[in-house]
């Protein structure tokens, strides 16, 4: 089977299609928890770096583990819903979130040694916590897991990945622009800028977990050889 990046975003459309309903809700739910990160972030800046440190750490742990929870039952219910897990098998949300955290530290260690190392991680990985959710599978069994079934696909990936962020990051520069750089991150929340830009930032939410959801649908069901190797 050919795996193009159309084949990739057209299953994750379908995908929205589908569950537009929850994708929203997890989007708009998750776009809540950075907007609520922004705004203690910016109790802190007129503290002493010794004091908003150790706030500025808790804020982040904090949202981080938010967001995850959030992450971690809708994926679940999403892949439930599409017939790509076992009710039966109970999932793995501890492993869940170490694998998001692995993930993001590996691809950012990897983006500052060098920008390919990070997106090849990215993509490695990309499918691993789903197989948590799905199959019940360890933090090193999802990884491999996941490092199996992209093998190949990587190239497709990429494409469909970079055609995504454009949906989404062309709006938002624009709105960044029209606002101005600088005074961006100090809009008020709910305002109208600061409602699009929340907005925005869940419109992202629900494109990526739509998306995950349709490579794990057709990368866990496809075992071509054949396919061009991207690695």
Known sequence: MAISAGTLIGAGWEVLQRRWRLLALAGLLVALVQAGQRVL?????????????????????????????????????????????????????????????????????????????????????????????????????????????THGHRGAMLGALLALIAVWLVPYVLLMIGVGVLAFNTVPILGGVGLARLALSGLAGSLSLAFGIGVFRTLVHDKDPLSEVFA
């Open 41 to 149: 972030d910016g109790y802190t800046t007129n503290q002493p770096l010794t004091q908003a440190l150790p706030q500025l750490l808790f804020i982040t742990l904090l949202g981080a583990l938010l967001q995850n929870m959030i992450l971690a039952i809708v994926i679940r219910q999403l892949l439930l819903r599409e017939g790509l897990a076992d009710p039966d098998v109970p999932p793995r949300y501890g492993a869940f979130v170490l694998i998001n955290l692995l993930i993001i530290l590996a691809v950012w260690l990897g983006l500052v040694l060098l920008v390919v190392p990070g997106v090849l991680l990215l993509l490695r990985w990309f499918i691993a916590p789903a197989f948590t959710l799905s199959r019940g599978m360890s933090v090193m069994e999802a990884l491999a897991a996941s490092r199996e079934a």
